[in-house]
């Protein structure tokens, strides 16, 4: 936490002293995850663009305000939150509210029901009836290579963009739940229902790729 | 439903993000364990889980396009004082 504090007043520090390199390799590594986000508001992904062009000339505006109480990603993506979301309104557009703050009202079952023995079989109620298969014996090509990577990709694609925000902040990018949640404002409880939902899908989608004949 | 009832291999997929995210009461936990520890099937679910977190960690994150970062980096250069 110290080393991480430590890093970010370094970071402050540069950037406010005009440093454009680490200008331009915060936008490299941020901009990935604030279009994802921003996306969790806005319609398309050229408007989640724009949004997230225009929050970095608010971030280059304001830095000669910015106080330091706060990580500079947490204040950056807060800024972005806030011109999505004044963007979405602009749009007409309804804040997916219930996604992020409750996203636990619609059920969604991580496998498919048929795959399990009734709840009301004899021995084994909710068993597995057609069981996973072990992919750690399957060759690595299989699962490392360019079309299990599209496969992927187009599973993320089509998730829900509450979804997708999550799992693109916790896995690819490695954020920590906590970041997450104070990122996107949500609950720790409907952060984790989110992300597993996410991988929950993936994994899916996955299995639907390497098994078939 | 007792509190020492097993887990049934459904509701475990449904813990599993919870169980990995080290987010269930120690009972709970110890539960999950019990049963990944007796049933291959789980356990080759949870591998799975776990592969699909590490393929989904290989991917790229998206970016802006070359023109909006290169005017940004525009925009930095004429707001921020030159030294």
Redesign the interface.
């Known amino acids: 936490m110290v080393e991480v504090a430590a890093d970010d007043a370094q970071l402050v520090a540069a950037?406010?002293?005009?440093d454009?390199a680490t200008?331009?390799r915060i936008?490299?590594?941020w901009?990935?995850?604030m279009?994802?986000v921003a996306q969790i508001y806005v319609s398309s992904r050229a408007v989640a663009?724009e949004v997230?062009?225009e929050t970095?000339?608010a971030v280059?505006?304001g830095?000669p305000q910015f106080e330091g109480r706060s990580m500079l990603r947490t204040w950056v993506f807060r800024i972005l939150t806030n011109t999505a979301k004044t963007r979405a309104q602009r749009e007409g557009r309804t804040i997916p509210f219930s996604a992020l703050r409750d996203p636990a009202r619609v059920p969604e079952?991580?496998?498919d029901?048929d795959r399990?023995l009734d709840?009301a079989h004899a021995r084994w109620?909710?068993?597995?009836a057609s069981?996973?298969?072990?992919?750690?014996t399957l060759p690595e090509e299989r699962?490392?290579g360019d079309e299990?990577?599209l496969v992927?990709?187009r599973a993320?694609d089509e998730l829900p963009p509450s979804q997708r925000a999550v799992?693109?902040l916790r896995?690819?990018?490695?954020w920590s739940?906590e970041e997450v949640r104070n990122a996107l404002e949500v609950s720790?409880?409907n952060q984790?229902v989110l992300?597993?939902r996410a991988?929950?899908k993936?994994?899916k989608a996955?299995?639907e790729y390497v098994e078939e004949p | 439903m007792s509190t020492v009832e097993a887990l049934?291999?459904?509701?475990i997929?449904?813990l599993?993000?919870?169980y990995l995210?080290g987010?269930l009461e120690a009972e709970e936990h110890a539960r999950v364990e019990q049963h990944l520890a007796g049933c291959t099937?789980?356990d080759?679910?949870l591998?799975?889980?776990r592969?699909?977190?590490r393929?989904?960690?290989?991917?790229?994150?998206?970016?802006?396009?070359a023109e909006?970062?290169h005017?940004?980096?525009e925009?930095?250069?004429s707001?921020?004082?030159?030294?």
């Open positions: 950037v406010r002293a005009g454009e200008f331009a936008v490299d590594e901009s990935g995850s279009l994802r663009e997230v062009q970095w000339l280059v505006r830095l079952p991580a496998v029901p399990f709840a109620p909710g068993h597995w069981p996973p298969t072990r992919w750690d699962l490392l299990t990577r992927i990709e993320i799992i693109t896995d690819v990018e490695g739940a720790e409880s984790r992300l597993h991988r929950a993936v994994r996955i299995e | 049934s291999c459904q509701e997929v449904e599993v993000t919870d995210e987010a099937k789980c080759a679910y591998d799975q889980i592969t699909t977190m393929l989904v960690g290989r991917l790229d994150a998206a970016s802006l396009p909006t970062r005017g940004l980096v925009a930095f250069r707001f921020t004082p030159r030294p």
